[in-house]
Antibody
Framework: QVQLVQSGAEVKKPGASVKVSCKAS????????IHWVRQAPGHGLEWVGI????????TYAQKFQGRVTVTRDTSTSTVYMELSSLRSDDTAVYYC????????????WGQGTPVTVSS | EIVLTQSPGTLSLSPGERATLSCRAS???????LAWYQQKPGQAPRLLIS???SRATGIPDRFSGSGSGTDFTLTISRLEPEDFAVYYC???????????FGQGTKLEIK
């Protein structure tokens, strides 16, 4: 069965970077896209970016451009999201989610990784 | 930039009742690009509807989606206790490429 398993919770200081992983299994890794979506405490969902695993092509939300990098390791079917220059308002649960190509929907989600930014 | 506005913010209903949730876009949206999700506390969102009206695998037929252009609706025909959650609509915008969510509707037990 399709699974996306994320790395554990992180606590970081302002100005630091965080790198969250998302390991995929149960499907052909290179045929689907992986997105990152975050949710601040008590708030809604916010799209961060996408990597198209087959061609290593990334697109980021304008808000995060210059601060976020999404990469993938096809040998381990893992996608990584690194967010730099962390601020307190980056405190959120970060989810990875799968998109079947050109479907514009997120059909499977990881369990979420809480990231806390605090001095 | 297309903005999705969901209404109402909170909907209070009883099990067995019908729920109608609205998602209005600031500009016309291709129906193929419109999806709905359910999120329960402490859980990841779950895909309910894609392409505005197609139920995802395993989603009960009491959930239905409809609409086109700027107005989309998620209907739950007869509420079950497990349906009380937060619901989000989501769309894809190609210029520039981005995915956006509505702010959510909380469906609570009356």
């Amino acid at each position: 069965q399709v699974q996306l398993v994320q790395s554990g919770a992180e606590v970081k200081k302002p100005g630091a970077s965080v790198k969250v992983s998302c390991k995929a299994s149960g499907y052909s890794f290179t045929t689907h896209y992986i997105h990152w979506v975050r949710q601040a405490p008590g708030h809604g969902l916010e799209w961060v970016g996408i990597i198209k695993s087959s061609i290593d092509d990334t697109t980021y939300a304008q808000k995060f451009q210059g601060r976020v990098t999404v990469t993938r390791d096809t040998s381990t079917s893992t996608v990584y999201m690194e967010l730099s220059s962390l601020r307190s308002d980056d405190t959120a649960v970060y989810y990875c989610a799968r998109e079947p190509p050109h479907s514009y929907k997120f059909d499977y989600w990881g369990q979420g990784t809480p990231v806390t930014v605090s001095s | 930039e297309i903005v999705l506005t969901q209404s109402p913010g909170t909907l209070s209903l009883s099990p067995g009742e019908r729920a109608t949730l609205s998602c209005r876009a600031s500009q016309s949206v291709n129906s193929y690009f419109l999806a709905w999700y359910q999120q329960k506390p402490g859980q990841a969102p779950r895909l309910l509807i894609s392409g505005a009206s197609s139920r995802a695998t395993g989603i009960p037929d009491r959930f239905s989606g409809s609409g086109s252009g700027t107005d989309f609706t998620l209907t739950i025909s007869r509420l079950e206790p497990e349906d009380f959650a937060v619901y989000y609509c989501q769309q894809y915008d190609s210029s520039p490429p981005k995915y956006t969510f509505g702010q959510g509707t909380k469906l609570e037990i009356k």
